[in-house]
């Protein structure tokens, strides 16, 4: 009898042991799956931080540009490359907070082929680089770690068939914003003097914009 109740209570003793270790196991997935589930989450609220400062610089490098197109002499100076931004950064070949470093030629060159594309023929636009640096150099204090790209091109509404001349005081620009963690924002605005304005007011304005994908 002795000898009967001995084996049961090892037994009993090796079946909690089994037990404890798939307690353990259970615990250690659960475990994991939170740390993988919180990493997840950090990564995700970090992207999608970066992407709204992407877009806010691009908004700011807009404003920037929209201010620089009022003080040159006319929109075809502008066009032809005679009048620039005051915000130029030093290199045109940036490295981007994401450790990249990027062409802006290149980029001007890709640009103008999808231009190529376009329907207006004659009037398709001729993209021109304006503005580009980092969105801290705007000033304000902006602590932003975004660089930004700013391109110019006639409104191909003209029917003038020359590009590089306005002749509606209506231009379109293209902005690129490339944040932290590979963020990217692109805007194309309208740019211009409304027409049928009666307040004597020609200088130009935002008159549309769309974040572009």
């Known amino acids: 009898m002795v000898a009967v109740m001995q084996r049961a209570h090892s037994n009993d003793r090796g079946s909690a042991l089994v037990v404890a270790l798939f307690a353990s196991l259970l615990l250690a997935g659960v475990g994991h799956g939170l740390i993988l589930l ?51 950064d030093g ?29 207006w023929g ?15 150099g705007l000033g304000g204090g902006i602590r932003s770690r975004a660089y930004v790209a700013v391109w110019v091109a006639d409104d191909p509404a003209e ?5 590089l001349v306005d002749s509606n005081r209506v231009l379109l620009l293209r902005v690129e914003a490339f944040g932290p963690h590979r963020a990217v924002r692109r805007l194309t605005a309208t740019v211009g003097v409304p027409s049928g304005d009666l307040s004597g007011d020609l200088r130009p304005r935002v008159l549309s914009w769309r974040e572009v994908r």
């Open 159 to 163: 029917i003038d068939g020359n590009p």
């Open 91 to 119: 290199t045109r070949a940036p490295r981007l907070p994401s450790g990249e470093t990027m062409d802006l030629d290149v980029r001007t060159a890709e640009l103008q082929a999808q231009a190529a594309t376009d329907p």
């Open 38 to 88: 919180t990493n997840t989450e950090y990564a995700i609220a970090a992207n999608h931080q970066a992407g709204v400062e992407a877009l806010y610089a691009a908004d700011a490098a807009l404003a920037q540009s929209v201010s620089d197109i009022r003080r040159a002499p006319d929109r075809t100076a502008v066009l032809s490359g005679t009048a620039f931004s005051g915000f130029l």
């Open 122 to 136: 004659s009037n398709n636009p001729s993209w021109r680089l304006f503005a580009y640096g980092p969105v801290r």
